[in-house]
C-alpha cells in the first residue's frame, strides 16, 4: 500500500431484512423487528484498488436512514485523511472522529451519532486490517502491549483503568499469547444459542430448533422471557426437558471448570433468560424468583440499561437463588460499562460490536472487564453482530483476559448468506476462527443483497411495494 494513500469518499447504505415476517428476534419489547444494517464503504485511492474499508452498526429497522444520515456526518471526517497517518495512533483517530463538538452536542457519545461512529471506527479498523492483509482479530493481537494501548479509548475512564495499568496487564500476557492462539484455532470458541427462545416463535418451533441445537453440541441455550410468566415456565420447561435429557446428547460432557455456578442441569447443560428491559428493579426480582425451577444462569437485562444501581440491586437480590445478572448491548459506551463494574451490578459483560463506538472503545472495555475479573460474553442477536464479535472474543481470550473457560459468545443462525466471509460454528458448537487475509472485519455484504434489501429502493421492498404490502 503506498504511503500516500488516502481516503477519498465514502458512500452509505440503509439495508433492511425483512424479519418481522417470521418473528426472528422477538422479545418482550421488541416485537416486530426488521433486522437492520446501516453500513458504510471508505474507499480509497491506494494503487491496489480493492482496499476498501466497510464497517456498520446494527438496528431493528425504522430509524436505520437517521443512523446513516449522521454516518455520513461522522465519515466526512476522515475524507482527505492520509491512511498510515490514521493507524499510526488508532486511539487518537478515535479522539478525533469523536472531537466535533457540534455533533457532540446531539450524544455525547451515546445514541444515534455514537452507534453512527461505531460504524465508521469499525469501517476505519476494516480498512487497517486489511491493508495488513490479516483478519481483525490477528491484526490487534499482534500488536504491542504499547500499540494495544495506544489504539484504546481511555478518556473519562482513568479511574477504573489507567494506560500505565492496561500496558502491565497486557504485558503479563504476552509470553501465553502463541500458545492461547493455537489452541483456539485447534478448539473453537465457545458459542451459545438464541435462535431457538424467540419469543415469537411457538412450542413445535422451540423444540425442533432446541433439538437441532443440542445435536449441533451446543451447551448453553437462551430464551427469551418477561411477558408472561406461566407462558414463560411452560417453554423453559420445555428447553429443560430437551438439554437435560442425556438421550439427546450427541456431545462429550462439558469441561467441570466451564459451567461452575452456572445454574447447569444433569447433562451439564445451561440456560440463560433474556427480558430486554422490560420490568421495574422489584418487578424484575419478583418476576425471576418465580423462574427459580427452570434454574437459569442470569437474567440478561432485567431493566433498563442506563439504571447501574438497578442492576446492583436485582444482582444482590437474586444471589441467594443462584441467578446472575448479565446486560451491556444497549450500554452506551464505555463509562457505563465502568459503573456497571465498580457497582458490582453484572456478572457478565456483554458488550457490542457496534453500540459502542467501535473497537477503540470495545478494547477499553475489554481491559476493565479484564480488571474486574468479569467475563465479556459479547452480544450478537442481530445481522453482522456474529461476524463481528467472534474477532472481538478471540481478542480478549488471546491478548487480553487470557480466558474462555466460562465464556461463551452468543450465536444466532440468521442471515448469514448475505456476508462474503460469514461466521461458521464447528461440531462442538463453538466458533471456528477467521483465517483470511482479505477478510478483515469480515462485515462486507455482497453488493447483490445490498441491491437487493437497500430501503427503500432495492429490489425486494419495490417487489413488496408492488404487491401492496
Ligand atoms: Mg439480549
Known amino acids: ?17 425483512p424479519t418481522s415476517l417470521t418473528g426472528d428476534g422477538t422479545d418482550a419489547m421488541n416485537t416486530d423487528c426488521d433486522y437492520s444494517s446501516a453500513y458504510i464503504s471508505l474507499y480509497t485511492d491506494s494503487p491496489d484498488k480493492s482496499l ?58 451515546k445514541g444515534v451519532i455514537h452507534i453512527a461512529t461505531g460504524a465508521v471506527d469499525n469501517a476505519l479498523w476494516d480498512l487497517f486490517a486489511k491493508s495488513r492483509k490479516k483478519p481483525l482479530w490477528k491484526l490487534i493481537v499482534d500488536m504491542s502491549p504499547e500499540e494495544l494501548v495506544r489504539s484504546t479509548a481511555f478518556r473519562y475512564i482513568t479511574d477504573a483503568i ?21 489452541k483456539v484455532r485447534e478448539v473453537g470458541y465457545p458459542a451459545y444459542v438464541t435462535s431457538a427462545g424467540w419469543l415469537g416463535y411457538d412450542d413445535e418451533k422451540i423444540a425442533r430448533l432446541t433439538r437441532e441445537a443440542v445435536h449441533a ?18 417453554r423453559g420447561r420445555l428447553i429443560r426437558s430437551i438439554i437435560d435429557d442425556p438421550a439427546e446428547q450427541r456431545r462429550p460432557a462439558p469441561d467441570p471448570a466451564s459451567i461452575i455456578g452456572k445454574n447447569a442441569g444433569p447433562t451439564g447443560a445451561v440456560l440463560m433468560i433474556d427480558a430486554n428491559q422490560v420490568w421495574d428493579v422489584p418487578q424484575a426480582i419478583e418476576y425471576v424468583k418465580g423462574l427459580e425451577s427452570i434454574k437459569p444462569w442470569f437474567i440478561e437485562e432485567p431493566t433498563a440499561p442506563d439504571d447501574i444501581l438497578g442492576h446492583a440491586a436485582v444482582r444482590r437480590a437474586l ?30 459483560c456483554q458488550i457490542d460490536s457496534c ?47 487470557g480466558t474462555m473457560e466460562r465464556n461463551v459468545l452468543e450465536f444466532v443462525d440468521h442471515l448469514h448468506e448475505h456476508f462474503l466471509h460469514p461466521c461458521s460454528i464447528n461440531s462442538q458448537g463453538r466458533y471456528n476462527v477467521p483465517n483470511k487475509s482479505e477478510e478483515g472485519y469480515s462485515i462486507e455484504m455482497y453488493e447483490e443483497s445490498i441491491a437487493a434489501y437497500e430501503w427503500p429502493g432495492g429490489s425486494y421492498w419495490q417487489k413488496r411495494a408492488a404487491e401492496g404490502k
Open 52 to 109: 476498501v474499508g466497510h464497517g456498520m452498526t446494527f438496528t431493528i429497522g425504522r430509524g436505520n436512514d437517521i443512523v446513516c444520515a449522521a454516518i455520513a456526518e461522522v465519515a466526512n471526517r476522515l475524507v482527505g485523511k492520509n491512511l498510515e497517518e490514521l493507524f499510526s495512533d488508532m486511539g487518537k483517530t478515535w479522539d478525533y472522529l469523536l472531537a466535533d463538538s457540534q455533533l457532540r452536542w446531539i450524544g455525547p457519545e
Open 355 to 401: 453500540r459502542l463506538a467501535g473497537v477503540s472503545e470495545v478494547l477499553s472495555v475489554l481491559l476493565m472487564a479484564a480488571k474486574f475479573g468479569v467475563p465479556v460474553c459479547p452480544h450478537a442477536g442481530g445481522v453482522g453482530l456474529c461476524e463481528y464479535v467472534i474477532h472481538l472474543s478471540l481478542i480478549d481470550y488471546i491478548a487480553v483476559s
Open 217 to 234: 453440541g451446543f451447551n448453553h441455550f437462551k430464551m427469551k422471557v418477561g411477558a408472561d410468566i406461566e407462558n414463560d415456565l411452560r
Open 319 to 348: 444471589a441467594p437463588y443462584g441467578i446472575g445478572v448479565a446486560t451491556g448491548e444497549h450500554a452506551h459506551n464505555r463509562m457505563v460499562f465502568k459503573q456497571l463494574l465498580q457497582a458490582e451490578a453484572i456478572d457478565v
Open 1 to 17: 500500500m503506498s504511503a500516500n494513500a488516502k481516503i477519498t469518499h465514502f458512500k452509505t447504505h440503509d439495508i433492511r431484512f
Open 162 to 182: 489507567t494506560p500505565e495499568e492496561a500496558l502491565e496487564m497486557l504485558k503479563a500476557k504476552q509470553a501465553g499469547k502463541a500458545g492461547r492462539e493455537a
